[in-house]
């Protein structure tokens, strides 16, 4: 079992639609992350909150907003999605600088 | 920025030899390096991390890796694969602000 939980497990929207993914940790990590990755590639860095406070946003399209309302939880909200942003985004928490990640099992985003 | 380059996309074995991932590193500060597996439709595992302590680490599942400042190396080793180990292997570099950067990965495959 995953001590970081994302929901849903699996997403299908269309271009249209607004979403919101979910992620939540009770092990008092500070620093939460969220990762886009496509089949057969690595995960790839979206955003990272420190203490609450976006430290770093990859250049990433504004159709993604993520928000983290406390330091339990991080969500990622999505509106007006192409079909390329289909994958797998994974969410991520740990104590902080030089700490390993610990990872949910991720959302599987289908846009069609 | 810290990069990390993981020198071979796809390695072989057959059960009961030994297991070589190469990941080399870039980064101007002093690093923390870890390696994760992910087997198919799973999530992310930690496997080892190094953090300044001991250059040589142990991690789960008979894993190890060396870390070699002077080659700004880590690679992954262990003594003898077996079928279960077939996944794939991400090296991960982190800087001392939260940035987590993943390697290309590498396909492990376990030949009977």
């Known amino acids: 079992d995953t001590e970081v939980t994302q929901t849903p497990k699996h997403l299908v929207m269309g271009m249209t639609n607004k979403k919101s993914l979910k992620c939540e940790q009770h092990m008092g990590h500070r620093a939460m992350y969220w990762y886009k990755q496509k089949a057969k590639k690595p995960p790839e860095l979206m955003f990272v909150y420190s203490y609450e406070k976006l430290s770093i946003n990859e250049s990433v399209p504004s159709r993604f907003s993520p928000e983290c309302p406390n330091s339990s939880l991080l969500n990622l909200h999505l509106h007006a999605l192409q079909p390329e942003d289909s994958a797998l985004y994974l969410c991520?928490?740990?104590?902080?600088?030089?700490?390993?990640?610990?990872f949910g099992n991720g959302t599987r985003l289908t846009v069609t | 920025a810290q990069s990390v380059t993981q020198l071979d996309s796809h390695v072989s074995v057959s059960e009961g030899t030994p297991v070589l991932l190469r990941c080399n590193y870039s980064s101007s500060y002093s690093p923390s390096l870890f390696w994760y597996v992910q087997h198919p439709n799973k999530g992310l595992q930690l496997l080892l991390k190094?953090?300044?302590?001991?250059?040589l680490v142990k991690g789960i599942n008979g894993f190890e890796a060396e870390f070699k400042k002077s080659e700004t190396s880590f690679h992954l080793t262990k003594p003898s694969a077996h079928m279960s180990d077939a996944a794939e292997y991400f090296c991960v570099v982190s800087d001392r602000n939260n940035d987590m950067r993943f390697g290309a990965g590498t396909r492990l495959t376990v030949k009977p």
């Open positions: 991520a928490s740990s104590q902080g600088a030089n700490s390993p990640l610990h």
């Open positions: 190094y953090t300044s302590a001991a250059t």
